[in-house]
């Protein structure tokens, strides 16, 4: 079975960096698509970013892009979200997930999921 163990959360101040890791295992990276998705407190589940498994083509939302960059390490079998500029309102918990179907922005087309880890931006 896939597994996704996300880490390096915490806090920061507002304008600060910090970056997230997602290790994968189970079954062979390379095959699967993956994304960011974050949920903040009293809201949706909202996509964040999204990397493809063959191109290594990536997608943002608008509220992200130009901060935030995906990227991954096939060989080390883990995921990344390098975050810049960070803001309060991108306070949430953020959570890595993969499939090995179509690549999506919408969370619910993603079977597998980490555990979360919280990014708290203070102002």
């Known amino acids: 079975q896939v597994q996704l163990v996300e880490s390096g959360g915490g806090l920061v101040q507002a304008g600060g960096s910090l970056r997230l890791d997602c290790a994968f295992s189970?079954?062979?990276?390379?095959?699967?698509?993956m994304a960011w998705f974050r949920q903040a407190p009293g809201k949706e589940r909202e996509f964040v970013a999204a990397?493809?498994?063959?191109?290594?083509?990536?997608d943002y939302a608008d509220s992200v892009k130009d901060r935030f960059t995906i990227s991954r390490d096939n060989a080390k079998n883990t995921l990344y979200l390098q975050m810049n500029s960070l803001k309060p309102e991108d306070t949430a918990i953020y959570y890595c997930?993969?499939?090995?179907?179509?690549?999506?922005?919408?969370?619910?087309?993603?079977?597998?999921w980490g555990q979360g880890t919280q990014v708290t931006v203070s102002s």
């Open positions: 189970g079954r062979t990276f390379g095959n699967y698509h």
């Open positions: 990397i493809r498994r063959s191109d290594g083509s990536t």
């Open positions: 997930a993969g499939t090995a179907g179509i690549s999506s922005t919408v969370a619910q087309w993603y079977p597998y």
